[in-house]
């Protein structure tokens, strides 16, 4: 029998953060047009100078004592624990009250969406915000440039030896805005995505049962199934309808379908 858990959602907050988005890195980027930084795998929050909002729109239930020292400013950044900590990060910022574990969270802040200046000028304001920051809880993420492909691919295999999970481009003449866009680029040594679940294929074998392979659809309207990179667990308790998946996969097909794609979690942050 296959069974869904239904996960009650935080408060809905006025409305949805603006939040500027990433495209994938390509090889004919100009590197030295950027400002990098370690890609972080946590929950994406804005805080608004007030509270916290996750990019779902919900206002994340964080301790009074654990903003307390925020400034009244908005921030964008990933609630982050420690690298590979992602469903623990979620685990803690989707319940409904308070509690202690918010000790082991950080907000690591990537940019500053009401700074009037380019992202050049916003890295030189975050460095100062770092130097009057008086709160452990609040990190400003460091920045740094490359002069060539090869450094920057040295940077990344670091990061990534190390149990990061890439590096993320800005660039540094660029404003900010909400959307998608080569303003930001996120460069990993794989491809991930994201996919709506609309479907299940039944088990064979030693899946007999269970289930053995999601159906699911792109943002660009692609449809295909993934099979592997499930536990047991995930195949008796599978990710729900409608549910938003990340995958990874190795570049795609001449029919835009992802090559080898790999199950790799619910993206089941508020």
């Not at 495209?23 to 795998?41: H, M």
């Not at 490359?146 to 691919?153: A, E």
């Not at 199934?225 to 667990?233: A, K, V, W």
Request: charged residues 25%; glycine residues 8%; hydrophobic residues 40%.
């Amino acid at each position: 029998m296959i069974l869904f858990i239904l996960v009650s959602s935080s408060a809905l907050a006025v409305e949805k953060p603006e939040l500027m988005l990433a495209k994938v890195f390509q090889p004919s980027v100009d590197e030295t047009e950027y400002w990098v930084s370690e890609k972080l795998d946590g929950v994406r929050a804005r805080w608004d100078g007030y509270q916290l909002i996750s990019r779902g729109g919900n206002i994340l239930k964080a301790p009074k004592w654990f903003v307390k020292d925020f400034p009244d400013m908005a921030l964008d950044g990933e609630l982050w624990t420690i690298r590979g900590g992602y469903q623990q990060t979620v685990s803690i910022v989707r319940k409904q009250k308070p509690h202690p574990d918010w000790k082991k969270i950080k907000l690591m802040v990537f940019d500053l969406p009401n700074h009037p200046g380019d992202f050049t000028a916003r890295v030189a304001e975050m460095r100062k915000l770092a130097h009057q920051n008086n709160t452990s809880y609040l990190i400003y993420i460091p920045q740094f440039q490359v002069t060539s492909s090869k450094q920057l691919m040295q940077r990344l295999k670091v990061v990534t030896d190390q149990g990061g999970e890439g590096l993320m481009l800005h660039h540094k003449a660029s404003f900010y805005h909400s959307g998608r866009s080569a303003d930001l680029l996120k460069l990993k040594p794989f491809s991930d995505a994201e996919a709506v679940v609309i479907g299940y294929r039944p088990g064979q074998g030693m899946f007999t049962g269970k289930m053995g392979a999601i159906k699911v659809r792109t943002d660009n309207g692609k449809e295909f199934f993934i099979g592997s990179g499930f536990s047991h667990h995930e195949r008796e308790n599978p990710p729900a309808i409608d549910s938003v998946i990340t995958f990874r996969h190795q570049g795609v097909t001449d029919s835009g379908i992802p090559r080898f794609a790999v199950f790799l979690r619910v993206r089941d942050e508020p």
